[in-house]
Nanobody, 120 residues
Framework: QVQFVESGGGLVQPGESLRLSCAAS????????MAWYRQTPGNQRDVVAG???????HYSESVKGRFTISRDNSIHTVYLQMNNLKPEDTANYYC??????????????WGQGTQVTVSS
């Protein structure tokens, strides 16, 4: 059973930065694509950024140029560096292994997520 533990969220002002971490348990982490998703109350969970097993990255248009996804396979962790944060980035952020062109989440076992709030 794969488990994900997200951390690093918080309350920041517009223009500030945060770095989220996602620690994954289970086997074969280095074989999976990984993605960050975000969700606000009443809305679906949308992909924000993804990174393939080989390192190729993908970003949604709303975060391109501001967010950077990376991974450290040696410690089964994926990161999301978020710069120049905007109020519309406020959401609960989750990670999961992901596949396909749409970064479809592979596992039903979501973590608690980490809340990011951007407000002045």
């Amino acid at each position: 059973q794969v488990q994900f533990v997200e951390s690093g969220g918080g309350l920041v002002q517009p223009g500030e930065s945060l770095r989220l971490s996602c620690a994954a348990s289970g086997r074969d982490f280095d074989l999976y694509g990984m993605a960050w998703y975000r969700q606000t109350p009443g809305n679906q969970r949308d992909v924000v950024a993804g990174i393939r097993a080989g390192g190729k990255t993908h970003y949604s248009e709303s975060v391109k140029g501001r967010f950077t996804i990376s991974r450290d396979n040696s410690i089964h962790t994926v990161y999301l560096q978020m710069n120049n944060l905007k109020p519309e980035d406020t959401a609960n952020y989750y990670c999961n292994a992901a596949m396909g062109e749409t970064w479809y989440p592979m596992f039903d076992s979501w973590g608690q997520g980490t809340q990011v709030t951007v407000s002045s």
